[in-house]
């Protein structure tokens, strides 16, 4: 939230000091009056409402399927940490004309690498490595590696995370290495590795680089990257149909994949697992990505409790946050207004913001015969997943639809930010010297600095004014917006006109207002987000 809205009239910026009394000083120190409850959703009954979206979801994948000539496919949408919805159609395998079912298990390519990423934290959260850890600690073939330039550091497993190793980007070469054996990868690294730029200073999407991070999942663990995934992820997780080896799948469930040529469906051979498969090598079903994704969504929000989970949730929340920029680019929602996509990658998962969205979570799958996304909002706890069976089948557009559909609900709304007893105490203050300034309560509410900003006098006096032009005033229930805890806006009815406060607390204990901003509203005004427009 900017501390500034682009609103009609500026009328005060209230800034005032505290000196604290023996009695909140002795409060403080008990209890941090910092401290608010996680957030949470305001509709009871927003999984119906959602639910009345799915049949129009449904449609929508059916649609894009048939137009895109996709042998077949199936989807899920995940709501707080659970698959409520799977939908399929088509067949998992031409010759046999074989439905998709709700069980079929599809290749998911690069969707592994947040698998692999996962492995990577949990290692590091156990203190056997470090994400800054040279590479060539766990890979000894790379200290023969020759680097760009005199200047580059050297390569860290935290470059390989975030796709800023500088190798050059590799998808078609990558997607052909899947099976080679440990042998073949011993000798390719013996070689060296071609490097367009300096680790560490742009992104470029390297499937090498995942690669290494599954070498380095074996030397560290003493397992083989399967096995490591298999009992410290799939098995806790009780995902029981996810495996990297295609040969260990079920014949009736395993979908065959295609490419689409010639005006025919043209089978393409299922690749073993192998030396590269930590980029790329994962078959799953819907319930089972549906549990994995759901494990991302239930780390959201921050919060007390046992932590059960694989990886902790802090930990996951990591994973899912910006540590490597894209350039951002400009296209067009479906209704025809722009959308500004900006963000880049987190550690083995892509994460963005758009002009609806401020946190998108999300990672695309793509080899010969195959196509899947992932995607999900955490401050709204729902996401969805795809699989077809047809190359590089791109699930981008359907899925943009599928959230305005669920969108149009009016239910897809994000938890509601609880304010924390300062922000409440402030909130009280602000009214009180809206209604009658008073010098001492001024005083005691507000932090060290705002004095400094502007005077005591200045502030009385523009408070004094607002009321005199505006007339009484009364609180609106409820936030305009509440940033986090400690930073909030509401609203003021006002006799000829109205008020939006804007306050952000200071770092101290206890919290104390470092800056407050009455900004005046015509009466039938309604602040407006900032938001791409």
Excluded at 215 to 241: F, H, N, T
């Amino acid at each position: 939230m900017p501390q500034s809205l682009s609103l009609p009239t500026v009328l005060a910026g209230a800034v005032l000091f505290f000196v604290p009394s023996l009695v909140e000083r002795a409060a403080a120190a008990d209890t941090p009056d910092y401290l608010a409850p996680p957030a949470t959703f305001a509709d009871p009954a927003r999984l119906e409402r959602l639910a009345t979206a799915f049949p129009a979801v449904d449609q929508l994948m059916q649609q894009f399927t048939s137009r895109e000539h996709v042998p077949g496919a199936a989807w899920g949408i995940i709501v707080d940490g659970r698959l409520v919805h799977v939908g399929v159609t088509g067949v998992r395998d031409v010759a046999s004309a074989a439905p998709v079912q709700k069980d079929s298990v599809f290749r998911i390519a690069s969707m592994t690498k947040s698998f692999t990423a996962l492995a990577i934290l949990r290692l590091r959260d156990q203190g056997k490595l470090s994400l800054d850890d040279r590479v060539d600690r766990y890979i000894p073939q790379l200290r023969k590696q020759r680097y760009p330039t005199s200047d580059s550091p050297p390569l860290t497993i935290r470059h390989l995370l975030t796709h800023s190793a500088g190798f050059p980007e590799d998808n078609p070469w990558g997607d052909q290495q899947l099976s080679i054996s440990e042998a073949q990868f011993d000798r390719l690294l013996e070689q060296g590795i071609a490097m367009s730029n300096a680790p560490g200073v742009a992104y470029e999407y390297s499937n090498y680089g995942f690669a290494l991070l599954g070498r380095i999942v074996s030397v560290v663990s003493g397992k083989p990257y399967a096995r490591y995934i298999e009992q410290q992820v799939l098995r806790p997780l009780g995902m029981r149909d996810t495996t990297l080896e295609p040969a260990a799948v079920a014949a009736a469930q395993l979908a065959q994949g295609y490419r689409y040529e010639d005006g025919l469906w043209k089978r393409e051979p299922q690749l073993a697992d192998g030396a590269f498969g930590a980029m790329g090598g994962m078959l799953t079903s819907i319930e089972d990505l549906g549990r994995y994704v759901g494990l991302y969504l239930q780390a959201w929000p921050a919060r007390d409790g046992a932590d059960p989970m694989p990886l902790s949730r802090a930990s996951l929340r990591e994973m899912q946050q910006l540590w490597r920029e894209r350039r951002a680019t400009v296209g067009r929602t479906s209704q025809g207004g722009p959308d500004l996509n900006a963000g880049g990658y987190g550690y083995g998962l892509r994460v963005s913001q758009s002009c609806r969205f401020a946190h998108v979570v999300a990672h695309s799958g793509g080899l010969p015969g195959f196509g899947s996304q992932m995607r999900w909002l955490p401050e709204y706890g729902v996401g969805l997943v795809a699989f077809g069976n047809r190359t590089y089948t791109g699930w981008g557009k359907p899925f943009d639809e599928a959230f305005e559909v669920l969108a149009s609900t009016g239910a897809l709304q994000p938890r509601q930010v609880a304010p924390a007893p300062a922000l409440a105490r402030a909130r009280t203050a602000v009214t009180a010297l809206l209604e009658r300034w008073d010098d001492q309560q001024a005083r005691e509410r507000a932090a060290m600095n705002l004095f400094l900003d502007r005077s005591l006098d200045r502030r009385r006096a523009e408070f004094t004014r607002l009321r005199e032009e505006l007339g009484s005033c009364r609180e609106r229930p409820g936030y305009v917006s509440i940033e986090n805890a400690l930073r909030g806006e509401w609203r003021y009815d006002c006799e000829r006109g109205a008020v939006l406060a804007t306050v952000t607390l200071a770092p101290t204990r206890p919290a104390l207002i470092q800056h407050l901003e009455l900004q005046r509203l015509e009466v039938s005004a309604e602040p407006t987000s900032s938001a791409c427009r």
